[in-house]
Every structure is written in C-alpha cells, then in structure tokens.
C-alpha cells in the first residue's frame, strides 16, 4: 500500500564508513595489537604520578598556621620552631617513638596544643553580639538618674538576673546586644521617669570542647562560647593535612549532630554559618574527602578537597586559572591503570576528575600534541596523550588486547570531522527533499490533495532525521590489513569484538540476531528473520562488517558479525522526489545507523 513505505527500525547500531587508501604497506593486525610495551607515546608531555613527599599544600591549610605533622616535616629534611622553641620534626617524644610525642599522639612543628583552662580564649572580653546569654554569665549594669545601681549581676540557674526593687529579670537565650533594651524596658515599668541604663554583657562563661576527629592533636579545649569553630580548632593544631577534611566539620550536642561546617565557604566567602558552641559540645573533623592536585597556569596551585559532583568546572572555580589558560593535562588512575588525559578547558569543564587526579594548566600549549581514545575489547589504558604526526599502528602498539575476543582485522576509527562532514550532508539532502515538497506541481485535485497527506508524513521523516547523528566512522580495515592512518586530535579507536551472528534488519518480518552459518546466502539469513515485507526491495540489500565496510547489492557476500539492512521501495510516492528520499534514507542507514521511518499513523 501507498502508505506503507518503510517499517520503523530504530537504533540500529551500525557505522559511517569513509574508506581510507591503504597505500602504506601495513602489518597485520593481529600481530600489533598484542604487544605490551609501556612507553608513552606524548613523550614529555605524558608524565608520571607525583611523589607524595612533593605534594603541594592542601587549600586552607594557612588556616591553622604551624599545623605541620612531623612526618611531613622528615620527608622534607627540615627543622621546625614552635612557641614552645626549636625541635627537630621526627625528633623522638619522651615516652614514644619518632614523630610522636609523649603521649603517642602524631608529633606537629610550630604547634603547642592548649590544655583545659589554659586556652587563650578563657579570658577574653570580646562578645559577639549574637551571644545568647547563658546561666553563669555576667552582665555589668549602671542604672542613674531616679536610681543609681552599679552592679555586676551572675546569671542564675534559671536564666535570671535579680535587680533591686524590680525583681527577678529573665536573659537567658537574649541575643547580647539586646541586654540593654530589655533591662531598661523592665526599670521603665517600676522607674516611669528619669531613669537611664547602661548594660552590657561582662564576662562570658568558659565552656570546654571536645576537638576530635581527624585533627593534630584531639582532646578538651577550653574557650570561650562567642569563640568560633576555627578557634577551637586552632587550640588542637588545626585540620590534619594528610587525613582531615576541610569541608566535613562536624558540630555534635548531645551525640547528635547540629551543624555541618564547610571551610571553604569560609575562605572563598567568608561565610562561616555555625551555632554558639556551649559546654559539652563537640568538634568533629572527618575523613577527607577526593582531592585533586592543582598545577600550572593558575591562581591556586593547591590541594583541593572536592564535593560532588566531582567536575573540572569544580576545580577550576577553586583553582581560578588565567586567562590564557587554553588546555588542561589531567594525570590520574582509573581502573588501576595510569592514565593521562589532554583538554581543552572548555571540555574540562564537563570532564569527571577523580581522586589523587593531578591537574595542570597550561596556557599556549604546543600545537604537537593530540588526546586518542579507545573504545572496544581492550585491556588496560584507554586514553593516549600522543605527537600530532602519530599513526594508528604506532598507538595500537601500546593497546593490549585477547585476540581470541577482539576482532583486531577489523578496527576503525570514529572521526568528529568526518561525523561533522556527514551531518552537513544529511542536513543538505533534507533541505533539497523540504524544497522539493514545497515546489512540487499537481495537476489535478486529487493528486493535490494526496501530495499533501504526502508531503505531512514525509515532513515528519525530515523533522526526525534531522535528530540524527552520524558516527563519523573511518574505515581503516580492509581484508584483514589495517592501514596505518595518521590520526587527529580526538580520534576514537575501536576494536570491536569477535562475534558469531549476523544480525538482520530493516524490511524483515522480525529484525533480530541469527547465528553466521558458513556459505549462507543473504536470503536464507533473510528467511530465519521470518522473511521480507510487502515493502522490501530485495535488488537493495545494505551489508555492513564490523570494519564499516559497505557492500551493497542483491546477492552480497555474508561474514560473521555482519550487519544486513533490507531497505525499503520509495516508488509509492506520486512527488517526483523519489531519488532524493532513497539518498536520505541510504545516508541514514550507513552514516548514522539509524533507519528513520516513513510511516502512515492512519494506515500502519
């Protein structure tokens, strides 16, 4: 029927074949593709791990000032003073071993922990003006004029202070810049004139607090409740470098956790949202979290802590790299395999870094190097860091596989400006079909109105095919030769795997796998798929090897893991555009392995 030109089939996973000369004598695959040797291909440019006695310091470590463990101290060689005087890092306690003190705790240079009540802040008079006034505290009250009291009043158990003739007044909980209005609204109710008052907030009760966690030196630490976090966290040495997180602190009362602070914000913004701290409460560090080492052209070389979602964008808003900051080297391991990786920063922005990843930017990079991946039955690394003249054999070389599961006679390459020369053709052909439907003449009604249910349906074709991408494949495999191709900046190699079926499709009762049987014809594999449609046109059969390579015919030749593509008859319609919708749909099938469909919604 008319309507019925082309069965849905989509997703078909096949290829885009653009044929290379194979004009340099190249070696069989299967003889490349198993060497092991581990030389990197970028030479300078691809760079070892970086020792961990060289790391450079975490951000916010300038924090907590003298906050350097003993043991970073000997790797480096280097002698430390302390308030306390001048030690040598690693020297041994009086009690414990090297690079511990006395009580078995990590030794720290330039550090000496304050112990309960010796604390710096047990004395001080600075109040914050957010202070809620505790039981214990002491307000400074001078009332004149009708009156005259100079006091200094304790705050009681019940949150009360006792003023003379008015009574008992409650503060506790009252912001501490409050206190005066307060009292003087309570005077006022017993004094109705000519009275004035000055209060303020004397002393506030010392508190102690637990510090523990992944600090320097965990413990109790007195202090005062209008001190901050960062204090407390002082009075223990600071954030452990090599174990703590700067952006997991943790505030618990009662066992329970009520705040959860993030140093950054604090240095970036300086936000630091966290509650009064009270008696009792406690300080926890925890673990640290993935960190990325910071390199090169940026304002930051840093070791940064990150959150997820663990993104370049990230690093790079912490790391702040200038302006002529055009490419990224990310080092790091994934999978347990050293890899390397060469971005420009707008693709870094996107890219997913890991922990330990060491980052470096760089600001006019050598134009000699190019970033290869792979894609298929490989073992080992899957990302190259190369010279610009590299070929594929030259990397191949690098790439470990089993020949036993890899089909390595029939690697290709996906190409970004292949795929982008054959999404330009595909958009061409549909603008030629668009015009076409629009300039097509009629001659009578009735042939006008049947090209217009023509020219909808086929509109729908058009507004689907032009979501389609192509695969931009690069057929570098021909009878079991890989040629050795030079290759571009992003180039994918793929090695497929090795396969026993053939897998049919398009104008086939039921498109599915069948097993490759040896001197079968295209129609036998047709019949096991439950055999052509009304609309098949059986003198245009697309087959596709794993290499890419197109054949196309009415009898091709069927190899395992081939891929056959019955195509549809476009002769049902009356628009003399026939030609162009079989070049669309040829395009389609092999430029981007998606047959797009044609179909009548009334008329399935």
Not at 250 to 259: C, E, N
Not at 511 to 530: F, M, N, W
């Amino acid at each position: 029927m008319r309507w019925r030109v082309l069965a849905a089939i989509a997703a078909l996973v096949l290829s885009a074949p653009l044929a290379v000369p194979l004009a340099i004598p190249a070696a069989r695959a299967q003889d490349t593709l198993t060497t092991e040797r581990k030389v990197p291909l970028g030479g300078s440019d691809v760079r070892g791990l970086p020792a961990r006695d060289k790391l450079p310091p975490p951000f916010g470590a300038n924090l907590f000032p003298g906050s350097v463990t003993a043991e970073a101290g000997t790797q480096q060689g280097t002698a430390v003073s302390s308030e306390a005087g001048t030690a040598t890092a690693g020297t041994a306690g009086a009690t414990g071993g090297a690079g511990q003190s006395a009580a078995g705790k990590p030794a720290t240079a330039g550090c000496v922990p304050y112990t309960v009540g010796t604390g710096p802040s047990a004395t001080r008079n600075e109040v914050n003006p957010d202070y809620a006034v505790q039981p214990g505290d002491k307000i400074v009250l001078h009332v004149y004029g009708a009156v005259t009291i100079d006091d200094t009043v304790t705050v009681d158990g019940n949150g009360d202070i006792f003023i003379p003739s008015v009574g008992p007044v409650h503060v506790a909980g009252l912001p501490s810049r409050q206190i005066q209005t307060r009292l003087a609204d309570e005077l006022r109710r017993v004094y109705l004139k000519d009275v004035n008052v000055y209060a303020t907030l004397g002393t506030a009760t010392p508190i102690n607090v637990f510090v523990t966690g992944a600090v320097l030196n965990p413990g109790q630490y007195a202090g005062s409740p209008t001190d901050s976090v960062i204090a407390f966290l002082r009075l223990a040495c600071g954030v452990d470098s090599v174990r703590g997180s700067y952006r997991n602190v943790q505030i618990l009362r009662g066992g329970r956790q009520i705040a959860n602070v993030d140093l950054y914000q604090f240095l970036l913004y300086g936000r630091l949202t966290a509650p009064s701290l009270r008696a009792g409460d406690t300080i926890l560090v925890g673990k640290q979290g993935p960190t990325v080492i910071v390199q090169g052209d940026a304002r930051g070389p840093f070791r940064y802590e990150l959150k997820p979602p663990y993104t370049g964008d990230e690093v790079s808003e912490l790391a702040r790299p200038y302006p002529d900051a055009t490419h990224v080297q990310v080092i790091g391991v994934r999978n347990g395999v050293p890899q390397s990786y060469y971005l420009t920063t707008a693709r870094f922005s996107a890219f997913a870094v890991q922990d330990s990843d060491t980052i470096e930017y760089k600001a006019d990079l050598p134009s000699d190097v190019i970033t290869v991946s792979v894609e298929g039955r490989v073992q080992g690394r899957t990302s190259f860091v190369v010279r610009r003249d590299a070929t594929l054999l030259e990397v191949l070389s690098y790439i470990p596989v089993e020949p036993q599961f890899a089909a390595t006679n029939s690697v290709y390459l996906r190409r970004v400006s292949v795929a982008e020369a054959q999404k330009q053709a595909i958009d061409q052909s549909l603008e030629r079909l668009q015009r076409g439907l629009a300039t097509s003449p009629s001659i009578t009604e009735g042939e006008a109105n049947l090209r217009a249910q023509e020219a909808q349906i086929l509109q729908k074709f058009i507004d689907n095919a032009k979501n389609v991408t192509p695969e931009g494949r690069v057929i570098v495999s021909r009878d079991g030769v890989v040629g050795n191709v030079r290759l571009e900046d992003e180039d994918v190699i793929v090695i497929p795997s090795r396969t026993d079926l053939v897998l049919v499709a398009g104008e086939v009762a039921i498109p599915q796998s069948v097993v490759y049987t040896p001197d079968a014809d295209v129609r036998e594999y047709v019949e096991l798929a439950g055999g052509w449609t009304e609309r098949a046109d059986r003198s245009r059969i697309i087959v596709q090897r794993l290499s890419g390579e197109t054949v196309v015919g009415s009898h091709p030749l069927i190899m395992a893991g081939d891929r056959i593509i019955v195509m549809p008859q476009t002769n049902d319609y009356t628009i003399p555009i026939i030609k162009d919708i079989t070049q669309i749909i040829y395009q389609l099938a092999v430029g981007a392995g998606v047959l797009v469909a044609i179909q009548n919604t009334n008329n399935p």
